[in-house]
């Protein structure tokens, strides 16, 4: 048998399961691991400004590739660091290993500088967490790969034992792994589930991350045409049905939900498809007494002595959509003519108005210069509910954001690991200048990886969300100025180039130079932030 180092089988088995970029910030530890990614075809280790960044780029790989992604830190606040983007990818449901290093087995629960329990910080914040022996450690990492990508995908952590890296071990491969089957779902519930839908007089489809996750696309849409149903969205469900297709009836929570509203709270019946709740319980929504028929790989989580459910489908989705789908062709009572109106009305709400520069007209104009098939990625804050409900989303996948662990400063590293993972593909990002600087120290990694991807920042100098909540109470606007006025400043940060537009024409020419630059570029909208104040925050429960 060959002999190697365990470093050596920790970077292979990583680089053999497909993972192609580990991101984080080095510890002594983690030298030889970085050594072993130098010295290895086909893997690198991008440093980054921050762990929390690594994290948040490892959860967008993870979503693009469909392999987990890896990021690293090291003990104590490296590990702390890293957790804001390792909960992301749970509560995100993107697949991910978090390595880390671990305190060496004699000095585990003893008075260590940076010393804490990793294995217990990581025990919420993930679906499972383990370390690595020397002999056993591609072993290891095959399973954390597949409890990452099994059932919901999530964050797995993995301990690697200070002092361990260099121990000669003999050489292993990672076989392939076999994600956990999805059970069958139970003959009888299809049958209940069948008459459920049979009986109701307005079904209404919910679609949510879950359905992405199953690739049924093209069934919910068939499904909707052959019954007349109107589709809600959930946000990180956005392009499972275009925006102008007649049985589009929005999206849950985002602006303007109190519209959308209009339609659900016709309904009698609740069929929803791979629903998550982490995005928006369902009890903020649906009225009092509404039916759920629920289809998806978990049971459903909602109060059952509000809301009746009728039906519930646990396991493997596409067999009851089938079911629904053999049911005879017959339109349900829903007037798509009213509904068609409603979302007309929406949208133009939604649409930049003249003689006033807002994050409505910004998105108009980004949203025609950036390529249908290019990523767009987003921050958390006022402009993500504008997104969720504007932004024309051609497929899954070509909206980036984070609803389930809505981390500011997620916006900036997700878009660093879009362009890593879709070199070919014109990707940008929309932030607000008060996320941009949680991660701003990430425009170093843009800049020494020469991304090309364009940042938009939306400068109004206000925490517009919680401003209007406080304007809501008659409290005074207190601690949410992002500064008194003005830009982010300079000419440049970090060497990217920055360009200020004040108005739409001055965007559009900024964002078209943007989009052909070789590396990263930043364009600064100047906006009035009072657009928000009639969109977001609605009413989402009739």
Not at 141 to 149: E, F, G, K, V, Y
Not at 169 to 190: S, Y
Not at 340 to 364: H, I, N, S, T, V
Request: net charge negative.
């Amino acid at each position: 048998m060959t002999s190697t180092t365990v470093a050596r089988n920790v970077v292979t088995g990583l680089r053999d399961l497909g993972v192609r970029h580990i991101f984080g910030v080095p510890s002594g530890g983690w030298v030889d691991y970085m050594e072993a990614i130098r010295t290895t075809d086909g893997i690198d280790f991008v440093l980054t400004s921050h762990e929390g960044g690594a994290g948040f780029m490892a959860d967008v790989c993870g979503r693009l590739t469909g392999v987990p992604g890896a990021c690293f830190g090291t003990f104590g606040p490296g590990a702390t660091n890293l957790a804001t983007g390792i909960g992301g990818a749970t509560l995100d449901r993107s697949p991910m290993i978090a390595l880390t290093d671990e305190m060496p087995a004699p000095l585990r629960g003893r008075t260590v500088q940076m010393g804490i329990d990793h294995q217990a910080l990581f025990a919420p914040l993930t679906k499972a967490t383990m370390r690595i022996a020397a002999g056993s450690a591609v072993d290891t990492l095959a399973d954390a790969a597949r409890i990452a990508l099994s059932g919901r995908p999530g964050a797995v952590h993995v301990g690697l034992p200070q002092g361990m890296s260099a121990e000669a071990v003999e050489a292993a491969t990672i076989g392939a792994v076999t994600v956990d089957p999805l059970p069958a779902p139970d003959a009888a519930a299809i049958d209940v589930l069948v008459a459920a839908f049979a009986a109701a007089e307005k079904p209404v489809l919910a679609i949510g991350l879950g359905a992405v996750h199953a690739k049924v696309q093209d069934r919910i849409v068939a499904l909707a045409e052959r019954f007349g149903l109107p589709v809600l969205l959930t946000p990180m469900a956005k392009g499972m049905v275009a925006e102008d297709h007649p049985n589009y009836a929005g999206v849950l929570f985002h602006a303007l939900s109190d519209t959308v509203g209009l339609t659900h709270a016709e309904a009698d019946l609740v069929v929803a498809v791979g629903y998550d709740p982490i995005e928006f319980n369902y009890e903020s929504w649906m009225k009092d007494g509404l039916a759920l028929a629920s289809i998806d790989v978990a049971p459903a989580d909602i109060d059952r002595e509000t809301h009746p459910v009728a039906a519930e489908v646990v396991g493997a989705i596409t067999p009851a959509l089938d079911a629904l789908f053999a049911l005879p062709a017959e339109a349900k009572g829903w007037d798509l003519a009213a509904l068609a109106e409603r979302k007309a009305a929406m949208f133009a709400k939604l649409a930049g108005q003249g003689g006033r520069f807002g994050p409505c007209a910004a998105l108009d104009v980004l949203r025609d210069v950036l390529p249908d098939d290019g990523i767009m990625t987003c921050d958390v804050g006022a402009h993500t509910h504008l997104i969720g409900q504007h932004w024309r989303t051609p497929r899954p996948g070509t909206q980036i954001m984070t609803n389930g662990w809505s981390a500011m400063g997620f916006g900036l590293p997700a878009a660093i690991a879009a362009k890593l993972c879709r070199p070919a593909t014109p990707v940008c990002c929309v932030v607000g200048d008060g996320g941009f600087l949680m991660t701003v120290g990430e425009l170093a990694t843009a800049a020494r990886e020469k991304l090309p991807i364009v940042i938009v920042v939306f400068t109004d100098n206000d925490l517009a969300l919680i401003r209007i909540k406080q304007e809501k109470k008659a409290n005074p606007i207190y601690g949410t100025p992002v500064r008194a006025e003005g830009t982010i400043g300079g000419p440049s940060l970090f060497g990217v180039p920055v360009t200020v537009a004040r108005d739409p024409a001055e965007f559009r020419a900024a964002l078209e130079a943007g989009f052909a630059a070789d590396g990263p570029v930043i364009v600064e909208a100047l906006l009035d932030s009072r657009e928000y104040d009639e969109l977001v925050l609605r009413k989402d429960k009739p």
